[in-house]
């Protein structure tokens, strides 16, 4: 750590020295700045803290950051500090591989063809100004440019906080596109007819899983990641659910080690839910005393919900052989809507503040890492009143069982749905 010494000049007026060690070692060489303001040297102090005890980016002994017309990093420069930045938080578990993937992908595709040889001071507002007009004059949609844009603001900011190379960030200032009624996000979910008709489609052997996924509003990648131990029965009948992990997709340039015994292969990792942190969610009624009966007696390392073969089930294997006959099936019998398996998730939302539950709740439930965000999406659908979420959820779902359906299969005929073309039951995994 850096240290910030005291001094008496000559003339009688105050210095301030910061001293650290280069590297933050032990053995690492003395290195030292001087400063006549106790402000400046705190922050210098800071910069070399946050730059791992290096010489901050853009500082030069005795002068201070370089200034716009001596600088020379080009944003190629600041894109290459900034993945090397990412690749850290890859390890501190602060952001998972495929993102990071993402982001590249996005650097390389839309913005490095514009801004990579630019001097990283010269991009002023009107640049980015103008790339959002050749991006959207080229066909792309304004949530894609609003992606887009997100990765080009954090690699500005961090050229201007991390690097110190320059005082401002050009993309605060953007004017983003709006974004139409076709562009909009859909918020679609299942009216209750419209579950109990498809629900009876399903296979009966992913009945459990989905409706688990229904009174929680869990994730796919959560819900699949579950192990008995983190399902607790509780004194009043109901059952609690730790979330502490969530499958994700291996990045392809992923050089950590494929643990087997947890059930990773080269394409499936485990890693921590998308908000970073674990939480619980309760089950009641029907679900939970099915969940029960269906954990009871098995290992608590054992996934709760796998395939025939034993494996976890894979997002790929569920939507091609469960869901996707299933809705092929519903429509054939008169679902019109096009639904897929997150749409459980917004349902969970949709009934749950229909019977009154606190936005509040919903948020917590939902894992997201701000109320904000549950606001954005759901925030029209909001009834403020105060009855217990998991409890309105078995209501509800109870609800939908008893709901009219409409030319619902015989299980004969669910049993002679084809999975697919000319074979049966899940698809291998590579490695799993």
């Known amino acids: ?52 005890h290096m010489w901050p980016r853009g500082w030069v002994k005795g002068a201070g950051y370089l200034e716009k017309d001596e600088a020379k990093e080009t944003f190629d420069d600041v894109v290459e500090s900034y993945f090397t930045e990412q690749t850290r938080r890859i390890a501190r578990g602060r952001v998972k591989p495929y993102t990071v993937h993402r982001y590249r992908r996005c650097v390389e595709t839309h913005l490095r063809p514009v801004f990579g040889k630019l001097p990283f001071l010269d991009i002023v507002p009107e640049d980015v100004a103008d790339w959002i007009d050749v991006e959207l004059d080229a066909g792309h949609k304004p949530k894609s440019i609003k992606n887009w844009h997100g990765v080009l603001f954090s690699v500005m900011a961090h050229g201007q906080k991390k690097m110190g190379l320059r005082s401002d960030n050009p993309c605060e200032v953007t004017e983003l596109p709006e974004m139409n009624s076709r562009d909009a996000r859909q918020l679609r979910f299942f009216q209750h007819q419209e579950w109990a008709l498809f629900r009876a489609c399903l296979r009966t052997d992913v009945h459990l899983l989905v409706d ?28 609690s659910l730790h979330i502490t992990r969530a499958w994700s997709e291996r990045a392809p340039d ?65 939507h091609t052989d469960r869901w996707s006959p299933a809705r092929r099936e519903a429509a054939r019998r008169g679902l019109d809507k096009h639904v897929t398996p997150h749409m459980l998730r917004h349902t969970t939302v949709v009934w749950s503040l229909a019977q009154g539950v606190r936005i509040e709740v919903v948020s917590e439930m939902l894992g997201h890492a701000s109320i904000q965000i549950t606001y954005d999406v759901y925030g029209g659908l909001i009834d403020l009143h105060d009855p ?14 008893g709901a009219l359906l409409p030319t619902a299969p015989t299980a004969e005929e669910i049993a002679a749905m084809p999975v697919r073309p000319g074979r049966r039951g899940e698809r291998r995994t590579r490695g799993g």
């Open 388 to 401: 217990v979420l998991a409890r309105a959820m078995a209501e509800a779902m109870t609800a939908s069982r």
């Open 1 to 52: 750590m850096a240290s910030l010494q005291t001094r008496v000049r000559s003339d009688g007026a105050p210095s301030y020295r910061v001293r650290w060690r280069l590297g933050g070692a032990r053995d690492g060489e003395w290195q030292s700045e001087t400063f006549s303001s106790q402000a400046r040297a705190l922050a210098f102090k800071e910069d070399v803290e946050e730059s791992d």
């Open 254 to 318: 992923d050089e950590d080690p494929i643990n087997s015994a947890e059930g990773e292969t080269v394409k499936w990792r485990l890693g921590p839910p998308k908000s970073k942190r674990s939480r619980y969610v309760v089950l009641t009624g029907d679900v939970a005393d099915r969940l029960l009966t269906h954990i009871e007696g098995e290992p608590g390392r054992a996934y709760v919900f796998v395939t025939a073969r034993g494996n976890p089930w894979r997002y790929p294997d569920f």
């Open 212 to 239: 688990v996924m229904l009174a929680t509003g869990l994730r796919w990648g959560e819900v699949s990641a579950l192990r008995v131990g983190d399902a607790v029965a509780r004194p009043d009948g109901s059952v």
